[in-house]
């Protein structure tokens, strides 16, 4: 078996892994959301379209090139050009998790927030983790004109939140991408737990010593 056959099938677990751990914890409800791993063959992995991440099959996962075209499996999530076009940014980018998480989604529909950083820095782990949070404009799922607007950005950001849509965020790996998704998710709770109680935020100081750790 060659190495890349042998990265298949462990990267195809671990994809049905962290989609059914999502989706256990409430974080990808129905049909939502998607995930994607780049193999080293610069091939990708990602959820078909209209799966559920609770219920992925590893043998039902679409296998397709950079550009898209699909090599095995079926038909790929709609979103999947999100994926790709920052990929094509991202050197690093290993993976990409894309959730319609309730409180992420809550964010993004919120009037007024900084559309270059969307939520204050509350905890170290989320400035390690995710670091400034864009607002992308509103597009309908799978509209090219929301991937190029998204390549746009990913050429300075990994992570984005996607107006009345949800957060897109790339990792070195698929569990980077999870942590870094999941610290927004609560970072976003946190949140809106907190606006009306004028919460106490990290100082520029505290924030720029994280960032160059």
């Known amino acids: 078996?060659?190495?890349?056959?042998?990265?298949?099938?462990?990267?195809?677990?671990?994809?049905?892994?962290?989609?059914?751990?999502?989706?256990d914890r409430g974080l990808a409800p129905g049909s939502s959301g998607n995930l994607s791993v780049r193999l080293d063959d610069g091939?990708?992995?990602?959820?078909?379209?209209?799966?559920?991440?609770?219920?992925?099959?590893?043998?039902q996962l679409t296998h397709i090139t950079a550009?898209?075209?699909v090599l095995s499996g079926p038909v790929p999530t709609k979103e999947?050009?999100?994926?790709?076009?920052?990929?094509?940014?991202?050197e690093s980018a290993g993976a990409i998790v894309h959730l319609h998480s309730t409180h992420s989604v809550a964010v993004s529909i919120l009037p007024d927030l900084p559309?270059?950083?969307?939520?204050p820095p509350l905890t170290a782990y989320y400035v390690m983790r995710v670091g400034k949070l864009p607002l992308v404009p509103y597009y309908p799922p799978g509209d090219p004109a929301?991937?190029?607007?998204?390549?746009?950005?990913?050429?300075?950001?990994?992570?984005?939140?996607?107006?009345?849509?949800?957060?897109?965020?790339?990792?070195?790996?698929?569990k980077d991408a999870q942590y870094a998704t999941e610290e927004l998710?609560?970072?976003?709770?946190?949140?809106?737990?907190?606006?009306?109680?004028?919460?106490?935020?990290?100082?520029?100081?505290?924030?720029?010593?994280?960032?160059?750790?």
Request: aromatic share 4%.
């Open 1 to 23: 078996m060659t190495a890349i056959l042998t990265q298949q099938m462990h990267v195809r677990d671990e994809i049905c892994n962290v989609g059914k751990s999502l989706f």
């Open 43 to 59: 091939t990708l992995l990602v959820t078909p379209t209209n799966s559920c991440l609770g219920e992925l099959d590893p043998e």
């Open 67 to 69: 550009e898209g075209v």
């Open 80 to 90: 999947a050009g999100l994926h790709q076009c920052i990929y094509c940014q991202r």
């Open 115 to 119: 559309p270059e950083d969307l939520l």
């Open 146 to 174: 929301l991937f190029a607007v998204v390549e746009a950005k990913a050429k300075s950001y990994h992570a984005m939140l996607l107006s009345n849509h949800g957060p897109v965020v790339a990792g070195k790996s698929l």
């Open 185 to 213: 998710e609560e970072t976003a709770k946190l949140y809106l737990l907190l606006s009306d109680r004028n919460p106490r935020v990290l100082t520029p100081g505290q924030v720029d010593h994280l960032r160059n750790r």
